[in-house]
């Protein structure tokens, strides 16, 4: 099966969608959750489940069933329906050639053992090692469609209660970057070494960790999806679509609420991101809403490998998102950051809406293993590998941000870099901010601003510090 897709180029060139009206969310929200379960009927070059012994009942667990409709889809190039009904299931591996579709009134739950989840090799946060395989699975696949109106979600509570577990144990040890690596959790669609593939339409719930992730992966489009981690508490990590040194990725009219970053992207982490040295480029993120994040847009912290290429547009970000653009790295990540273009972003009471930090969250970014510690997996050693410092100080240069309105907010600005590595070669225009303080920008070289109006209550300008060639503040 071949998918029709639109090239990168002419995502580039197309005119942006405008985004339905915020009232009609949760309506469609709830006509997903609440449609009436319907029999999918039977259709040719199809596999329904339950022809495989799947029972839909939401306790039987029924991934070997559903993994047999899988392999026999493979085999026709055909496509895997579901009657209506809640299928529980552990990981499900997608086949070259496929659809995988969930109807409305569908809705798989994520197993809540780790055990139905296999250890697979792969990268996750930055480093490469063996992990628990996600939910949905394109591992080294191609040319695959997951697809639908119905509903994935991971009943992920038991992962978030775990993690928080280990946290309480690992944060008083001074180990607390470790918690991440050691409590492992499933993500819920993971795309690895995978060459077009198209998600799209599908409402996703309650990750165990990230919910899209993208690595190593290519000509890869997610469209019209919506993706709400916080029912039932607030999962930790739960990003929304992370791309991870990948390429060719549309992302286009995505509605996100989650716990951690909304739309990221990734290049791994310190010495084995800049081992492996592959960037993420030629990305289109447009027409998206994040209603609830650690922020909207974001570029990091695994900056290893670099970020070149990347469009943002037509981005709407609400409150209680803390920031609304946010780049951030640390001092061992290393990295080069350039020809970013964000654009057409509206952000309302976030409280920051741009900032710029390079030396972000210490005690999880600094990997030290106490010298009390004598017995430890191999990827703690991968972790706390010293980077030199010539190395590990990225590089920011060539950023392009206009057309952004803020309402609401505390600090327009909030950048800063290192002496010795100042920001570089960025330019704002068409910039309306009402906040309450324009901020600071320190570190930075040659920064133009055109049309570019603070509404600060007290009426200072930006506290420009250590930054020279700055024009039109």
């Known amino acids: 099966m071949s998918i029709q897709r639109r090239s990168l180029l002419q995502a580039l060139a197309a005119t942006p969608v405008a985004l339905p009206a915020l009232t009609g969310a949760s309506a469609s929200l709830a006509s997903r959750s609440s449609a009436a379960a319907s029999i999918a009927p039977k259709q040719a ?16 667990l029924d991934t070997k069933a559903i993994q047999a409709a899988i392999d026999a ?8 329906l579901f009657d209506g009904g809640a299928y529980r299931t552990g990981a499900l591996f997608l086949k070259a050639g496929m659809t995988f579709k969930v109807d409305q009134g569908v809705r798989l739950l994520g ?9 697979l090799p792969t990268r996750i946060a930055g480093i490469e090692m063996t992990w628990p395989a996600a939910l949905i699975n394109v591992y080294k696949e191609r040319d695959v469609k997951l697809t639908g109106d119905g509903i994935i979600d991971g009943d992920g509570k038991v992962f978030w209660d775990s993690y928080w577990a280990k946290r309480r144990e690992y944060d008083p040890k001074g180990i607390r970057w470790a918690a991440d690596y050691d409590c492992r959790r499933p993500r819920l669609i993971q795309l690895f070494e995978a060459d077009n593939v198209r998600i799209e339409n599908l409402s996703m719930y309650r990750s165990g960790f990230w919910t899209v992730h993208i690595c190593y992966s290519q000509n890869i489009e997610v469209y019209n999806v919506i993706i709400r981690n916080n029912e039932g508490g607030r999962g930790p990590s739960t990003d929304g679509i992370d791309i991870d040194s990948s390429r060719k990725v549309l992302v286009e009219k995505a509605d996100i609420t989650c716990n951690d970053d909304a739309l990221c992207m990734k290049a791994g982490r310190d010495a084995d991101g800049l081992r492996v040295a592959r960037p993420t480029e030629d990305i289109v993120i447009r027409d998206c809403v994040v209603r609830d994040a650690a922020a909207g847009v974001t570029f990091g912290s695994e900056t290893s490998g670099g970020f070149r290429n990347i469009k943002v547009s037509n981005i709407k970000v609400y409150h209680p998102t803390p920031v609304g653009i946010l780049f951030k790295s640390a001092q061992t990540r290393g990295g080069n950051i350039s020809g970013i273009e964000i654009s057409d972003i509206f952000t309302q009471d976030v409280p920051t809406v741009m900032r710029v930090n390079l030396n972000w969250y210490p005690a999880y970014s600094y990997a030290k293993i106490p010298d009390g510690i004598k017995e430890y997996p191999d990827y703690w050693k991968t972790l706390s590998t010293p980077v030199p410092k010539q190395k590990g100080i990225p590089q920011l240069s060539d950023v392009y941000i206009h057309d952004v309105k803020a309402v609401g907010g505390k600090t327009a600005f909030e950048i800063s870099a290192y002496p010795e590595k100042p920001l ?3 330019r704002f225009e068409r910039l309306h ?8 920008i320190a570190n930075a070289d040659n920064f133009t601003f055109n049309d570019v109006t603070i509404l600060s209550l007290d009426g200072k300008t930006v506290d420009v510090k250590q930054s020279t060639n700055i024009r039109g503040l």
């Open 111 to 119: 197993s809540q053992n780790i055990d139905d989840y296999p250890m």
């Open 424 to 426: 570089k070669n960025f």
């Open 433 to 440: 901010l009402d906040t309450w303080a324009a901020g600071s």
């Open 73 to 80: 889809a493979a085999q026709t190039k055909g496509t895997v």
């Open 45 to 60: 070059n199809t596999h329904q489940v339950k022809d495989f012994g799947a029972k839909g009942d939401g306790k039987t």
